[in-house]
């Protein structure tokens, strides 16, 4: 997929729903957060395309309650 055509397209849609708010990134924010909240520490590292563990949990872990 052509990422210029992605954002133009999202752009569109965003704007249709009202949801000025909306970035793109936002979407990927809580995309990460569902799975890390789910136990998907190893899935998440590898779909972001983090080297380590480590840095998803130290950027999103924070989100979670302390039981997850």
Do not use: C
């Amino acid at each position: 997929m052509e990422p210029l055509n992605v954002n133009r397209r999202f752009e569109q849609l965003r704007a249709a729903a009202g949801l000025d708010w909306l970035h793109l990134h936002y979407l990927r924010h809580a995309f990460t957060t569902f799975l890390l909240d789910q136990g998907k520490m190893r899935t998440v590292m590898e779909l972001l395309g983090h080297s380590t563990i480590r840095m998803p949990a130290d950027t999103y872990g924070h989100v979670l309650p302390s039981g997850s």
